[in-house]
């Protein structure tokens, strides 16, 4: 199992860009893969986007793409999300997640470690 905790959430407006973190610590693996979701108030826990151990492989939800951007550094045990022209459909509880497995998934339930979560509030 990976401990993972997020940050860089926060409040912003319609247009504005944030830029989420996550430092994994424990054991992990080389074939694992690391995501992000999200869940929104009185919705499911929502795919994202996902990549690779090695980082050049990513996936993303059709909501994502073109605006969002997932990467890592292994040398730091971080992963990332640069999130920009934010909406304020974007607003909700951002998790990040790994997957000890060498494929995507973008089934919450294929991930076994998780986040505490980082609120994301987008004002119109």
């Known amino acids: 199992q990976v401990q993972l905790v997020e940050s860089g959430g926060g409040l912003v407006r319609t247009g504005d860009s944030l830029r989420l973190s996550c430092t994994a610590s424990?054991?992990?693996?080389?074939?694992?893969?690391m995501g992000w979701f999200r869940q929104a108030p009185g919705k499911e826990r929502e795919f994202v986007a996902a990549?690779?151990?090695?980082?050049?492989?990513?996936y993303y939800a059709d909501s994502a793409k073109g605006r969002f951007t997932i990467s890592r550094d292994n040398a730091k045990n971080t992963l990332f999300l640069q999130m920009n022209n934010l909406k304020p459909e974007d607003t909700a509880v951002y998790y990040c997640?790994?997957?000890?497995?060498?494929?995507?998934?973008?089934?919450?339930?294929?991930?076994?470690?998780w986040g505490q979560g980082t609120q994301v509030t987008v004002s119109s």
């Open positions: 997640a790994a997957r000890s497995a060498l494929y995507y998934s973008s089934n919450p339930g294929a991930f076994g470690s």
């Open positions: 424990g054991r992990t693996f080389s074939n694992n893969v």
């Open positions: 990549i690779n151990w090695i980082g050049d492989r990513t």
